[in-house]
T-cell receptor, first 113, second 113 residues
Framework: EAQVTQNPRYLITVTGKKLTVTCSQN?????MSWYRQDPGLGLRQIYY???????DKGDVPEGYKVSRKEKRNFPLILESPSPNQTSLYFC????????????FGPGTRLLVL | QQQVKQSPQSLIVQKGGISIINCAYE??????FPWYQQFPGKGPALLIA?????SEKKEGRFTISFNKSAKQFSLHIMDSQPGDSATYFC????????????FGTGTRLTIIP
């Protein structure tokens, strides 16, 4: 089954404790991105990757890092989480760009205390 | 301007009625306008999309109306059903930058019996 998977689905952590949210897709997509969803703000892009070893900032990259060492994986790293990063995070993938159907993962709900 | 403005924030419609959600944009370089549907606990999924060479696109009970001169587009759901209750996001993208999708802030639609 074609899908985007994220882990963990729920995470409670404390300020400053490094964490990684994994994202994997099995559709051989080149384009992957991370979004955060907050009430009243919609979905905002954090980082995106157009292919292996090619990543760039989206609209709200501060406090986040990403890597793309393999085509299928695109982890999101919070090196020193803060309460303002409490949010619902989605990974998405598409064939080559944002101007195509984006396939979203199920989401990761993060609470930073 | 990269913003996409979406209204209303929430909408309650009686079963069988027409649900209408509106979006407006500023950047005339946008040329791809999708709508995503999100059920609670799930990631968004593409519902329907339009490019500006047509003024309307219909898929079953869902129709996008596009007004290029007014820089507006809307989603119409005919014969609304309780199963349509979800959050709807409009979005826009263009062949510039990273071709990323810019999302609206979302509309929570509730269909009541």
């Amino acid at each position: 089954e074609a899908q985007v998977t994220q882990n963990p689905r729920y995470l409670i952590t404390v300020t400053g404790k490094k964490l990684t949210v994994t994202c994997s897709q099995n559709m051989n997509h080149e384009y992957m991105s991370w979004y955060r969803q907050d009430p009243g703000l919609g979905l905002r892009q954090i980082y995106y990757s157009m292919n292996v070893e090619v990543t760039d900032k989206g609209d709200v990259p501060e406090g986040y890092k990403v890597s793309r060492k393999e085509k299928r994986n695109f982890p999101l790293i919070l090196e020193s989480p803060s309460p303002n990063q409490t949010s619902l995070y989605f990974c998405a993938s598409s064939w080559t760009s944002g101007r195509e159907t984006q396939y979203f993962g199920p989401g990761t709900r993060l609470l930073v205390l | 301007q990269q913003q996409v403005k979406q209204s209303p924030q929430s909408l309650i419609v009686q079963k069988g009625g027409i649900s209408i959600i509106n979006c407006a944009y500023e950047n005339t370089a946008f040329d791809y306008f999708p709508w995503y549907q999100q059920f609670p606990g799930k990631g968004p999924a593409l519902l329907i999309a339009i490019r500006p060479d047509v003024s309307e696109k219909k898929e079953g009970r869902f129709t996008i109306s596009f007004n290029k001169s007014a820089k507006q587009f809307s989603l119409h759901i005919m014969d609304s059903q309780p199963g349509d209750s979800a959050t709807y996001f409009c979005a826009a993208s263009g062949s510039f930058g990273n071709e990323k999708l810019t999302f609206g802030t979302g509309t929570r639609l509730t269909i009541i019996p």
